[in-house]
């Protein structure tokens, strides 16, 4: 089976699709010619031509709402907002066009098509090349949010969310795209279902819950407190944040008693505090020890200085140190 | 308009050429691992830079987007505090919370670069309707890249400057690119300045629609910037469009596919520096040896800058949870 990278099932991804459906195009700043400046996109126009890949001027809130009004109309579009810090001026268009036309026209319409930005820290980026912003869409109803943090899911996600008939929000690790790599089999429709949570870790001890990123980082944590003090980490990746995998994650919870929900958002109002929430309002009587989170800091941004980027940033080493500090709990 | 004196045209010699070894110092000090994520350089952009905000008085205000460094230094920021925050000191600009994106001075009434594209246009318009709200003779310089007037922040900003008769100076930077999208590819009007058009009316008001100038001619920014400035602190806002060119890529490690070398090899003939410099050899007998001085100090003033950053401390944990609230 060939390895790829993370951005690679992303572009294969969305050859794949765009093969099999032509009301599948993508736009979006630079993702032509050019391939789209993390090169999510690279090969696609010279393919798909520049009717299907199609270079957008510099407005995000257009390339959101024309991609909503093309999806209501029939088509699938796929809108690449070039860095998650840039969503916002589209941000009206997402929760208020795009997560309510369904309900609000009684399903006489809806909206399939796909949101993708990368998002996240830990590449120097500064305040608006770094930032994490699922818990705004999260919290919308009518959006589903999707967050792959290996090469397959990140193709067989974003294959689902192409033909997923809701707006999907994707949100890609940015810092991975080329760190994270994995096996994927090659000309198989490679789909992942958009809801299933996946244990990836089986342990008795902790549970920790991540996903993007901090996935990637928590195995790495679990297996160092698993060489080094004997803990036994099971490891739940959320991947698909809305609709959340209850019935996972709580079972996961019944098994081992304790939870460290890692993200790398703010953790004030992160995504998980919603876990947390979830696991001692319905499995309260399988509780071990305080829920856990460890996340980004409260402060507006993620500043520039690497020194201040990684007191900011949750990493393998911090998990570790907060999964000892539970399991002794 | 009068021709400024010798003294006044050897410190814009001065701070183009600044400018430029400073990029170039960034751009090695990048590759060395030293300035980290993203970098834009401002080389063969200087004159539009040098030009405009010489075009200002010193209670006027300026502000830009993330290509920021040749402002900041044409607006008199210490080239050590500059190369502090690129390196993420806490003896930078913004003690390194900011980086290479984002330097700003309130002293200077620099209010800074900005990562978000066009984000800052609307604030320009909130700045000059604080000055004209206090009766302050106060005018605005907002610069901004051909990218950014195709974002809906640019429009609202032009409009709302328009019927308020904000004092604003609205200055597109067309370097003809924004990342790898040609203008003609992006806006409907292939001459920018044109889009004041839809915020003036057939009697004369609203927006004006200023000039597009020659961007690598510094004088002739100088001049246009200065009638602009004029007619703003008189009428209001005022749209010019100044054309030049970025010589490096979008930012560093763009692979440029989207432009040819000849492309850019034709404008490095017509370069801003080597021009200036040509005409102010013509216009002063002898002044080459005071150039070349020049050249010298301006090497030697961003080594010093990079010998400042190299010495500053890293910012700590109490930098980083410090000033998210007014105490
Ligand atoms: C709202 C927003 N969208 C996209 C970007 C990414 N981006 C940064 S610079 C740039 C191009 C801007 O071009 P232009 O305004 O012409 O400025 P130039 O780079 O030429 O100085 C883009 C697309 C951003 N920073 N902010
Ligand atoms: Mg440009």
């Known amino acids: 089976m060939p390895e790829i990278t993370l ?87 997402i929760v208020n066009e795009a997560a309510l036309i369904h309900y609000r026209t009684g399903g006489d319409w809806h909206c399939p098509m796909v949101i993708r930005a990368p998002y996240g820290g830990g590449i120097g980026g500064g305040l608006y090349h770094s930032q994490s912003v699922e818990a705004f869409f999260a919290h919308a109803p009518g959006l589903k949010v999707v967050i792959p943090s290996t090469a397959y899911d990140a193709k ?76 036994e980490c099971e490891v739940v990746d959320i991947r698909t944040l809305v609709p959340l995998d209850k019935e996972t ?43 856990r989170r460890l996340a980004g800091l409260d402060v507006p941004g993620v500043p520039f200085a690497h020194t201040m980027q990684d007191l900011f940033m949750p990493s393998p080493e911090k998990i570790a140190s907060a999964i000892r500090d539970l399991a002794a709990y | 308009m009068a021709t400024p004196k010798k003294d006044t045209l050897l410190d814009w010699y001065r701070q183009m050429v600044l400018i430029r070894r400073f990029e170039e110092r960034c751009a090695e000090l990048y590759q060395q691992g030293l300035i980290g994520g993203f970098l834009h350089l401002y080389i063969g952009q200087e004159a539009t830079g040098v030009g405009a905000v010489a075009a200002l008085r010193e209670n006027d205000h300026v502000i830009t987007a993330y290509r920021d460094h040749g402002i900041a230094l044409a607006r008199g920021l210490d080239p050590k505090a500059v190369m502090a925050e690129m390196l993420g000191k806490r003896t930078g600009v913004s003690g390194g919370k900011g980086g290479s994106m984002h330097l700003a001075d309130r002293e200077r ?50 409009n709302l400057s328009a019927v308020w008769k904000l004092p604003v100076v609205w200055l597109i930077e067309n ?4 990342m790898g999208t040609s203008v003609e590819r992006a806006s409907g009007a292939k001459e920018l300045v044109r889009r004041a058009l839809a915020y003036s009316s057939e009697d004369g008001s609203g927006m004006k629609m200023g000039p597009r100038i020659d961007g690598m001619d510094v004088l002739a920014v100088h001049d246009a910037v200065s009638e602009a400035i004029e007619h703003a602190r008189k009428h209001g806002p005022i749209l010019i469009e100044s054309l030049t060119y970025r010589l490096e890529g979008h930012s560093m490690g763009d ?35 005071t150039l070349d ?35």
């Open chain 1, 7 to 93: 951005i690679e099932g992303l572009r294969q991804a969305m050859d794949e699709e765009m093969a099999r459906d032509d009301r599948v195009f993508i736009t979006g700043e630079d993702v032509g010619p050019r391939g789209g400046v993390f090169r999510a996109t690279v090969g696609l126009f010279d393919k798909y031509g520049a009717d299907r890949v199609i270079d957008s001027p510099l407005a995000e809130l257009s390339i959101v709402a024309i991609g909503i009004g093309a999806a209501m109309a029939g088509m699938h579009p796929i809108c690449e907002i070039q860095f998650a810090d840039y969503i916002f001026p589209a941000f009206n268009q």
């Open chain 1, 156 to 231: 067989g996600l974003l294959k689902a969310a192409i033909r997923d008939p809701n707006p999907v929000m994707f949100f890609e690790p940015k810092k991975g795209y080329r760190l994270i790599r994995g096996e994927v089999p090659d000309g198989e429709d490679v789909l992942v279902p958009i809801g299933p949570a996946n244990v990836t870790r089986q342990g008795t001890d902790v549970t920790v819950y991540a996903y993007g990123m901090m996935h990637h980082y928590a195995l790495q944590a679990a297996q160092t407190v698993a060489a080094q003090d004997g803990i």
């Open chain 1, 249 to 291: 994650v709580i079972a996961s919870f019944k098994k081992t008693g304790k939870a460290l929900i890692v993200y790398e958002d703010n953790r004030f109002l992160g995504y998980g505090a919603e876990i947390a929430a979830i696991l001692s309002d319905e499995a309260f009587e399988y509780m071990d020890g305080p829920i």
């Open chain 2, 109 to 158: 009434h620099f209010w800074g670069g900005y990562g978000i594209v066009g984000g800052h246009l609307p604030l320009a318009a909130g700045i000059a309707l604080a000055a004209q709200y206090e009766e302050k003779d106060e005018v605005v310089l907002a610069l901004m890249g051909d990218g950014a007037t195709n974002i809906g922040y640019f429009h609202e900003s032009l």
């Open chain 2, 175 to 178: 370097n003809q690119y924004g």
């Open chain 2, 255 to 289: 692979p440029q596919r989207y432009r040819t070398k000849e492309e850019v090899e034709s404008f490095v003939e017509s370069g801003p520096i080597g021009r200036f410099r040509q005409v102010l050899i013509d216009k002063y007998k002898g002044v080459e040896s």
């Open chain 2, 293 to 327: 001085k020049i050249d010298e100090e301006a090497l030697q003033a961003v080594e010093d800058a990079v010998e400042f950053a190299q010495n500053s401390e890293d910012p700590t944990y109490e930098d980083l949870i410090s000033h998210v609230y007014v105490d």
